[in-house]
């Protein structure tokens, strides 16, 4: 490949949807990996992830929303299904606040964005899902535009999508500097493993650079 227009750091599905777009979008895109693509160490490891519109942030729901169509055009790219959209039911203490948000605020989220969704009573809950003796405090929403999505078979379609839109991907090669010049940008790296030889280094000079490492593994750039 000539110089690319962009250089891509890190192929978990970050980089590799980016890649995608890009490329769609007509860049000339490179698409550099420490390891190899779907690699079992950075988050995107792993056969199934949830995909879910219904949060407490309005922020996180709108973008959920907004990826809707893409999701249906990928896999109508590929004729793959790449997300069951069974619903999901989100059930525990109404105002307590987790990781994944908290149950009454998304509902109110949800009213604001015009989302309809089913408000499940602890005894709804009981009753449907085969529980026994929940906290009597509990309740619970059901809300149907969600599902599980297939991870792995996300990846390997984007991947597929990305190297026929002409991206050019490399792996067991580590970015170890991004150098911001008068000309552009130089991408240096080297391949993994390496110790950082300096004969080793090779300089890719760019126009821009998307940088998507992840945040699971300390960053070597
Ligand atoms: C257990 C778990 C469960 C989750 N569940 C959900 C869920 O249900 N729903 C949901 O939407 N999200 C979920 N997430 C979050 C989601 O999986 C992540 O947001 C997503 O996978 C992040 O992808 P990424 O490409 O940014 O990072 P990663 O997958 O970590 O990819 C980063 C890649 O960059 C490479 N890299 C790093 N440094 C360099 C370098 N210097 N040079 C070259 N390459 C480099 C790494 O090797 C790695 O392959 C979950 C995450 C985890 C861990």
């Given at each position: 490949m000539d110089k690319p227009s962009v250089?891509?750091?890190?192929?978990?599905?970050?980089?590799?949807?980016?890649?995608?777009?890009?490329?769609?979008?007509?860049a000339k895109v490179r698409?550099?990996?420490?390891?190899?693509?779907?690699?079992?160490?950075?988050?995107?490891?792993?056969?199934?992830?949830?995909?879910?519109?219904?949060?407490?942030?309005?922020?996180?729901?709108?973008?959920?929303?907004?990826?809707?169509?893409?999701?249906?055009?990928?896999?109508?790219?590929?004729?793959?299904?790449?997300?069951?959209?069974?619903?999901?039911?989100?059930?525990?203490?109404?105002?307590?606040?987790?990781?994944?948000?908290?149950?009454?605020?998304?509902?109110?989220?949800?009213?604001?964005?015009?989302?309809?969704?089913?408000?499940?009573?602890?005894?709804?809950?009981?009753?449907?899902?085969?529980?026994?003796?929940?906290?009597?405090?509990?309740?619970?929403?059901?809300?149907?535009?969600?599902?599980?999505?297939?991870?792995?078979?996300?990846?390997?379609?984007?991947?597929?999508?990305?190297?026929?839109?002409g991206?050019e991907?490399?792996?067991?090669?580590?970015?170890?500097?991004?150098?911001?010049?008068?000309?552009?940008?130089?991408?240096?790296?080297?391949?993994?493993?390496?110790?950082?030889?300096?004969?080793?280094?090779?300089?890719i000079e760019c126009d821009?650079?998307?940088?998507?490492?992840?945040?699971?593994?300390?960053?070597?750039?």
């Open positions: 250089v891509i750091v890190g192929g978990g599905v970050m980089g590799i949807a980016s890649a995608y777009s890009l490329a769609r979008a007509g698409l550099i990996e420490r390891g190899s693509f779907f690699n079992s160490h950075g988050s995107s490891g792993g056969l199934s992830r949830m995909w879910r519109v219904i949060y407490s942030e309005e922020y996180l729901a709108t973008l959920a929303l907004n990826t809707d169509p893409m999701w249906k055009s990928i896999e109508i790219a590929s004729k793959r299904s790449l997300i069951d959209r069974t619903g999901i039911v989100w059930f525990g203490q109404p105002t307590t606040s987790t990781t994944e948000g908290e149950i009454e605020s998304a509902m109110r989220t949800m009213d604001r964005l015009g989302q309809k969704y089913q408000r499940l009573e602890r005894d709804d809950i009981q009753k449907k899902y085969g529980f026994d003796n929940l906290p009597k405090d509990y309740i619970g929403v059901f809300h149907d535009n969600a599902g599980t999505i297939h991870a792995r078979e996300t990846q390997e379609v984007l991947l597929g999508l990305a190297v026929y839109h991206v991907c490399i792996e067991q090669t580590t970015v170890t500097d991004i150098t911001s010049t008068a000309q552009g940008i130089v991408v240096t790296t080297v391949p993994t493993g390496s110790d950082k030889k300096r004969d080793q280094q090779r300089r821009k650079t998307v940088i998507c490492p992840g945040v699971l593994r300390k960053n070597s750039v």
